[in-house]
């Protein structure tokens, strides 16, 4: 079993940037494919980035392509979602997840962390 805890959120202006970490408990990370989705109010999960287990691979949303970056420390048991450029559309609650294969579907993830807020004023 894998627990995942997101922090870093917080209130930044537009054209801002953010740093959220996710980190994770277990010895099994690596096992482990790390995606970034988000919900704003309303609205279902979206996906926004993916990582592979071992770092080379990543996979991105269209809306954040360009300005977000997905990294990962396996020996920190950390993933991190650099934001640039953040846009008031980008204001969600982020969550952190993993998965055993490098999906971008919220329901291919099994563990999942609390969210972490992110409000971009314009």
């Known amino acids: 079993q894998v627990q995942l805890v997101e922090s870093g959120g917080g209130l930044v202006q537009a054209g801002g940037s953010l740093r959220l970490s996710c980190a994770a408990s277990?010895?099994?990370?690596?096992?482990?494919?790390m995606g970034w989705f988000r919900q704003a109010p309303g609205q279902e999960r979206e996906f926004v980035a993916v990582?592979?287990?071992?770092?080379?691979?990543?996979n991105y949303a269209d809306s954040v392509k360009g300005r977000f970056t997905v990294s990962r420390d396996n020996a920190k048991n950390t993933v991190y979602l650099q934001m640039n450029s953040l846009k008031p559309e980008d204001t969600a609650v982020y969550y952190c997840a993993a998965a055993t294969l490098f999906r971008t579907t919220p329901a291919s993830y099994n563990y999942w962390g609390q969210g972490t807020q992110v409000s971009v004023s314009s």
């Open positions: 990582i592979n287990r071992s770092g080379l691979t990543t």
């Open positions: 277990g010895r099994t990370f690596s096992s482990y494919a």
